[in-house]
């Protein structure tokens, strides 16, 4: 007999063997596998438990008290009586805060990350500087952007605006929509710098240089090729600023955030009423929490319809954009 | 080190008179890194001079001087002087743009701008002041045919230009180029990343282009090389070893060098 049977022309390593032969099948249960695709699931449930509870009871306690009555009314100065009061002050000054901020956000955002990204050198002392500078920026907490806006903008810039007007009452000198707006925006610049540079690096390299060598100056090309590119990623900037600060209490408090007022803000330098304080003074102020308990909740409901409104119109915008973009240019 | 270089001996043009381009004495510097070694090379007009060498030989850095995209590099330093039609491009005095205008530039990657395929054309003619629509529409045509992609593209010149195959997305990249009318076009590898086909359609194309524009290229392709150009620069680790006739450079070597890497020893 020629013919070896296994064990002979194998090596002698028994378990070499058996892997051999044995037919690619598990052979045991992988728990640490299991173990960590269960784990990796059951926190993404939990967040999402999280938000369907707080959506869930925000919507069912607040729905009821919505009406056309409660978001287009402007309420008497007791403002806790679920029959009467309104929210229509508070809807025009959060969404004309936010407006006012955008405004002046995405150009100086935009135009730092474009200092930063096309023209700073990438090594210099000067360009680290403001990269820290920008990423402390965003981990300042908003209460502190809060007392910042009071001392520079009202009682430095504001003062000496109504200074040099010959202003004898103050106007500037007080908190104002505009201070508030300004403040928020010193916030969020850190978000659209951020973006902006994110989106700027994502352009080819190719394109600039195919722009320089037909002979475009620098400033033709970013204006011409690199901004139109990059547009979409500023506007994800832009809303991702106006999520963050749409909801923000601290930085307004001392900057523009009025209790009440009996007419709506015309004027930039008029104070305002805000959805988010307006909330706070709801929660802790009032006189009589049961009656006003559903109100509180209608407000919170209108705050939340009002950002994700705001956010969905922008990126209606991107996504239209983007269509362009990807169409033509 | 002293090896002498052989006299440049063009095919066609008399070397008399001042040529086209001269470089003389060039040497580059990245931070403290010599990447081009005392350079000097004439280049006649009208000719395609191909630039041979391994990566990392200098060729594409020296291609990238003439037009100065060296500029946007930060900590690079150009001694030497570099002459095209007589006036040096390095002075404190030249218009980088005007520069630009005349001296074109292929790139490797073809790189159209995600615009229409007319608007792409349209660039560099708006940059230097066509304005007219007439004027645009002739100058646009006229590049599209030159550069051999007319017929493939007349009816969809508005329609973007990504939607094109590589090739002729490279081949708008040289309409682009020769929109402007420059006088000399640089061009980086311009094949390296096309497939055969629509490698002979953009060879075709240069032997085209030869007969209006002076051409420089850049290419690890030796049959490209020796089919297409006049006369070829042979370059390794920053030095110009070799530079003459293709037919020479590639029968016929003076060195020893040259003639490893263009039959293939190394490189």
């Known amino acids: 007999m020629n013919t070896l049977t296994p064990s002979e022309y194998l090596p002698e390593n028994t378990s070499d063997t058996t892997r051999l032969t044995r037919n690619f099948r598990a052979e045991k249960f992988d728990f640490w596998s299991f173990f960590f695709s269960g784990l990796t699931g059951l926190a993404t449930l939990f967040i999402l438990g999280i938000l369907a509870t707080i959506l869930l009871n925000i919507i069912v306690n607040g729905w009821g008290a919505i009406s056309w009555h409660f978001v287009s009314t402007i309420p008497k100065k007791d403002f806790f009586d679920a029959n009467t009061t309104g929210v229509l002050p508070m809807i025009v000054g959060t969404s004309f805060r936010v407006i006012v901020m955008t405004i002046f956000v995405i150009p100086v955002g935009v135009i730092t990350a474009i200092y930063l990204t096309e023209y700073a050198s990438h090594t210099s002392i000067l360009t680290r500087i403001i990269r820290a500078a920008v990423n402390n920026l965003a981990g300042v907490p908003s209460i502190v952007f809060g007392l910042f806006g009071l001392g520079f903008f009202i009682n430095f810039i504001g003062k000496n605006m109504d200074d040099l007007l010959h202003h004898p009452n103050a106007v500037w000198g007080q908190p104002a929509l505009i201070w508030a707006s300004l403040t928020l925006a010193v916030m969020t610049l850190p978000v659209v710098i951020v973006a902006t540079e994110e989106s700027l690096k994502a352009i080819p390299p190719g394109l600039r240089e195919a722009s320089l060598a037909l002979g475009a100056t620098k400033l033709e090309t970013i204006l011409k090729i690199v901004l139109p590119q990059a547009l979409p990623g500023i506007m994800t900037g832009g809303i991702l600023a106006v999520s963050r600060a749409a909801g923000e209490v601290a930085p307004i408090l001392f900057t523009g955030v009025a209790y009440y007022m009996a007419s709506l803000p015309a004027h930039l330098s008029d104070q305002f009423m805000d959805l988010g304080y307006h909330i706070f003074v709801l929660s802790t102020q009032s006189p009589n929490i049961e009656q006003t308990r559903p109100i509180l909740y209608a407000t919170v409901l209108v705050l939340l319809m009002l950002t994700f409104a705001l956010n969905i119109v922008a990126i209606l915008i991107r996504a239209r954009v983007r269509k362009k973009l990807r169409a033509l240019g | ?267």
């Open chain 2, 1 to 267: 080190m002293a090896e002498t270089l052989i006299a440049p001996t063009p095919v066609n043009a008399v070397s008399t008179a001042s040529s086209l381009i001269e470089i003389e004495n060039v040497s580059l510097y990245y931070g403290a890194t010599k990447a081009l070694k005392n350079i000097s090379v004439k280049l006649e007009e009208k000719l395609v001079t191909a630039f041979i060498g391994p990566s990392g030989c200098g060729k594409s850095t020296l291609l990238r001087c003439l037009n100065r995209m060296n500029d946007l590099i930060d900590n690079v330093r150009i001694e030497g002087s570099m002459k095209i039609g007589g006036h040096d491009i390095y002075a404190a005095d030249v218009d980088v743009i005007e520069l630009r205008k005349r001296v074109g530039m292929v790139f490797q990657k073809s790189n159209p701008f995600p615009k229409s395929i007319y608007e792409n054309v349209a660039y560099g003619l708006r940059l230097h002041g066509v304005k007219a629509k007439s004027e645009l529409d002739a100058r646009i045509e006229e590049s599209l045919r030159n550069s051999a992609l007319w017929e493939e593209v007349k009816d969809r010149l508005h329609s973007s230009a990504l939607g094109l195959s590589g090739g002729q997305q490279q081949r708008l990249c040289i309409a682009r180029a020769i929109a402007i009318k420059p006088e000399i076009i640089l061009m980086d590898e311009p094949a390296s990343a096309l497939d055969p086909i629509a490698t002979a359609r953009v060879e075709d194309l240069i032997l085209d282009l030869k007969k209006e524009f002076t051409i420089v290229i850049v290419t690890h392709n030796m049959q490209q090389a020796a089919r297409i150009s006049d006369q070829t620069a042979f370059f390794y680790l920053g030095e110009l070893i070799e530079f003459g006739a293709t037919g020479k450079i590639f029968t016929n070597p003076a060195q020893k060098r040259t003639e490893d890497y263009v039959s293939g020893r190394f490189g």
